[in-house]
């Protein structure tokens, strides 16, 4: 028996791999059956060259469990190995500054196992002892056992074995028993070696026998050797597409559409990528893209490989060019996954543009599904947004779609305004903002649908990139000031009648938290409604951009909402409602007016006696008269707010006009709904 040292120059590599490679344990499998499916290529190939004249054979990878034992055992038909390529390959690995290198790497154990050629090894991370047993394809080739205990001492000798391949027997450890359980490692084959070309064998297919569930004879086979990308696009059908999805994602909708990649210079990389169908938050971060290496799954983390935006698309990506044992800034700064990523922004920015080219209509079907991934794309990534620019969207509120330069020509005549800026209206809400699209539409204007999770930013970025285009939510203003062509009409009131109906409607205001009303008049058609609320667009996407950003911004969020309460003065119930009130107030506001109106006047005479002195400078009897003189006025208004105020409360119009237009902005709730209820009943 032949006995050495395993050569590594670190002295002792075993507790390093269990102590850094701890978190990863379960992907012993994964490097143990790929070794497995190696072993079995090589012996193919070999033999489509001529060289291996054998039989092949079965050539199934089978693992097997021994709960008695505690053993894991994988086993192949493959090459083998001769007691001088266990010495080579197995003994001698190549490993140089060891330490060192698992210092600087222990948080990337990735990086660990496949740089150097670790895959054996990390059978270590489970089991005690570790057997090989193995018989080369190469004729006369006496059969070798290799034992080794998890320390650098080896031994090595002849053996018997049936057959040629090799068996890896390991010996699982005490904290390691997990593996021992059948769930665990079906899930693990599951896992990583789902799409593996050479058939893999667990244990025995069952069936259900009299209500039993037994054993069959036939091998359960845990992969699907040749997985949809590994053909070749003109093989496939739709179905098959959608098919292979679902084998991949059982649980979701089916996808909108695929885009088969499939390159072989100045990189391999083949896969298929999927749009899938969004219904919910949840849904975009649950199924990922996965990446593949000659069908051997690495992971499910693909950030680095595939531009940001892109990672929300579903499917498989497979390429041994993918520097996948690195760390992900490595990755990131790697030329070729820098031409991988610009490669899958082609092909997807490419299909896209097809479909839409060929197939407008079903483009469109799917346009509020796919928006969201061409609206991240193009504001995060400066190519794709060029190329989007021609197939983007945009929907009416009619349910129609136009490109971009499409819709710049539908509203080229009719929404522009005095500065020559093209107005584009949009509402965030079709539901609550009913009655302002119905108005615009009324006037002519087209309004757009913007309710997507991104169109906040899109909106931002068009006003920036696209010249002179203005988006402007249709609630933001009243109709007529939405998109400003001449100055508005003025409203046709004297002073004391615009005091007369801004005091009553704003003394019957209801208070709110965080929410603040300002009373304006506008002379608006007749036909419009006699009050009415807006938002001022600007000040309304501050508190959208401060709560979506908090920090600096959150300046803004803490701010109340601000809202317009617009009275058209031009309205019948306005005019009615301001004859009404002169009627019964005139007695007596009318002096009360002339006597502050006179208050004032004496003021004005004495502050142009004053006019141009320094505070000092002016008699202590005069300052002492025009304080008291303020006082007078100041009483007197407050007598003028309190009629208008009583007033108002005895006039259920005015709150009945308020609680209407709060009810259309869906502002109307609780206890001041209520009474809204109760009053209607009362004035029916
Ligand atoms: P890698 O697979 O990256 O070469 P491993 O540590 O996984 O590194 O394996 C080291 C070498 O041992 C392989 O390159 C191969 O030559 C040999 N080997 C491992 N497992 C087998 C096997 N099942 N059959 C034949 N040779 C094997
Ligand atoms: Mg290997």
Redesign the pocket.
Known sequence: MAKGTIGVTSDNIFPVIKKFLYSDHEIFLR??V???I??TQKLKTLAAVGEFKGELGDLTVRIDLNKKKKTVT?A?R????TAD?IDR??NQ?AFSGAEEFLEKYKNDTQAII?HF?????SSFMVAEKVEIR?KSYKEDAPATVWTCKGDPVYAMEETQKDGR??D?VLHIDKENEEFLDETRIENLLKKYCRFLPIEIAFGKQKEWKDGKETETEKDRIMNNTHPLWTHKPAELKEEDYQQFYRELYPMSDDPLFHIHLNVDYPFHLTGVLYFPKIKSNIDLHRNRIQLYSNQVFVTDSVEGVVPEYLTLLHGVIDSPDIPLNVSRSYLQSDSSVKKIANYITKKVADQLSDIFKKDRAQFEEKWDDLKIFIQYGMLSDEKFYERALKFALLKNVDGKYFTLDEYKTLVKENQKDKENRLIYLYTSNKEEQYGYIEQAKNKGYDVLVMDGQLDVHFIGQQEQKADKIQFVRVDSDTVDKLIRKDDAPTVALNDEQRTALSTVFESQLPTMDKINFIVTLEQLSPTSNPVLITQNEFMRRMKDMSTMQGGMMSFYGEMPDSYNLVLNTAHPLIEKLLKDEESKLDEKITPIAAEIKSIESKRAELNGKNKGKKDEEIPTADKSEAEELQKKIDALTNEKKELYRRYASENQQVGQLIDLALLANNLLKGEALAKFVKRSVDML
Request: hydrophobic residues 40%; charged residues 15%.
């Open positions: 490097e143990l790929s070794n497995a190696d072993a994988i192949d493959g090459v083998g190995m390529e390959y197995i690995i496949g050629g670790l895959g054996f090894y193995t391949g090799t890896i």
